[in-house]
């Protein structure tokens, strides 16, 4: 597999590469690499964070980011992070409407471990999960009064998109989830047959006394799989690509799904071996999310979350983990480039750099050549084929700097942070 290629599929799929991720996957063919990729053999088990049922709320959020952060940083199986960070922003529930850490933390365990499997299973899981209940009103549905929230956006978010079911389907499915709500006391899935709508109900044309697990499985397997189908792999396609596939590789994205039962992990083999997953269409044609970009430096910098600290800066460069922006999650890309995002990411560079300057400053490093220096800089930080640009401005300015002992070696730091290379995917 050429090193080009190897490079890009790592960068999509993980948090880096470091110089020792390529060298683990030297010498393997496409098919071979995407293969140890998908291999989730080797994922460590998950702790809760003893700290996060404190009575200080903040705090208990801060411990639970910084805990996620460093399981992205450390984890032997980056993709199931990257997959889970990818569907919390599809399934978005926030702190902000649900207000529990444990909640949260429950829900990105129902996130990682459906991740890769089945899509209805991980539906079904997330439709009863307490946050999701809570943030989209379900624990408040209740026959007689039924809450549409869920109901709607469900298809429209969740598994159809815009324009594929009436305002008929909607009232439908929001009586079919009447009574899935929580225990008494607001912490456990509850379904309350006393709540729950008996009626008969029309849902996509079919009448029946439809109840909420059903309509997920029409949606999944019925006569709308097709549309479920296209619109979970366009969507895992704009995630992990480029957006908007064209219909004729999203035909085929969609066959992959169809064919398992939309099961994701074949969706995805599919997808990193496909040739259009490594053109000119896809090389650099992402902006790295705030996530992947502070994590990323976190890997190849050596520091643990709890020395970056990226709660001061996630919030302005647009993605706070557990902290969707809205229903809809995050919009990468363009949602990512701002003057407010530009100026959390430099904050972030700078601190780091003041750290990395200090435990990793080389003796006599003011006798390095300009040149070489940069490359070194450089390859610490994964940026492995810079652009002859970003490699002559680094050069010049490093040539030029008055302290070429401290204050070079800090500089490159930040500004290597700060180049396009890094700041794309």
């Known amino acids: 597999m050429p090193q080009a290629d190897l490079i890009h599929l790592l960068r999509r799929t993980g948090f880096g590469p470091t110089a020792g ?13 995407v293969t140890q990729v998908l291999d989730m053999s080797a994922n460590p088990g998950v702790v809760m964070p003893s700290t996060i049922t404190r009575t200080d709320t903040y705090y208990n959020m ?3 980011q910084q805990w996620w ?56 899981a997330v439709a009863i999960d307490p946050a999701m209940l809570i943030y989209l009103d379900n624990a408040e549905n209740y026959a007689g009064v039924a809450n549409e929230n869920f109901a709607r956006e469900s298809m429209e978010l969740f598994s159809l998109g815009v324009d594929q079911y009436t305002q008929s389907d909607v009232t439908a499915s929001a009586a079919a989830w009447t009574g899935y709500n929580l225990d008494a006391l607001g912490q456990y899935f509850l379904l309350d047959p006393a709540r ?41 396609w704009s995630y992990f690509a480029y957006p908007n596939p064209d219909p004729t590789l999203l035909g085929v994205l969609v066959d992959a799904l169809l ?30 999310s705030p996530t992947d970009f502070m994590v990323s430096a976190m890997r190849c910098s050596g520091f ?15 993605q706070s983990i557990f902290y969707p922006t809205d229903v809809s999650g995050w919009h990468g890309n363009p949602a990512f480039v701002s003057t407010a995002a530009a100026q959390a990411k430099a904050g972030y560079a700078q601190n780091l750099g003041w750290q990395y300057t200090n435990a990793n400053l080389p003796t006599g490093y003011a006798a390095t050549p300009a040149a070489t220096a940069v490359n070194q800089m450089l390859t610490n930080l994964g940026v492995f084929s810079p652009s002859g640009s970003t490699l002559n401005a680094l050069t010049s300015w490093a040539a030029s700097v008055d302290d ?22």
Request: net charge negative; charged share 20%; with cysteine.
């Open 69 to 124: 952060w460093e399981r992205m940083r450390t984890s032997p199986t980056p993709l199931l992070e990257k997959l889970t960070l990818f569907w919390h922003g599809h399934f978005a529930s926030s702190e902000d409407k649900v207000f529990d850490p444990l909640k949260m933390w429950n829900q990105n365990q129902v996130l990682r471990t459906n991740a890769v499997g089945g899509f209805e299973d991980l539906f079904q």
């Open 62 to 64: 801060v411990d639970l």
């Open 304 to 318: 643990a979350s709890s020395k970056a600290n990226p709660q001061w800066y996630a919030n302005e460069m647009g």
């Open 196 to 236: 729950h709508d008996n009626s008969q109900k029309t849902f996509f044309g079919i009448t029946q006394n439809w109840d909420g697990p059903q309509i997920i499985t029409e949606i999944c397997t019925g006569a709308k799989q097709e549309t479920c189908a296209s619109f979970i792999a366009s969507e895992l």
């Open 404 to 425: 070429p002992n401290w204050g070079r070696f800090y500089g490159l730091f930040v500004l290597s942070l700060l180049s396009p290379e890094f700041s794309l995917a």
């Open 21 to 33: 991720d390529l060298a683990s996957f030297a010498g393997l063919e496409r098919a071979d690499a």
């Open 259 to 288: 064919s398992t039962g939309l099961n994701i992990a074949s969706l995805l083999s599919v997808m990193f071996n496909r040739d259009e997953f490594y053109g000119a269409s896809a090389q650099g044609a992402l902006v790295r």
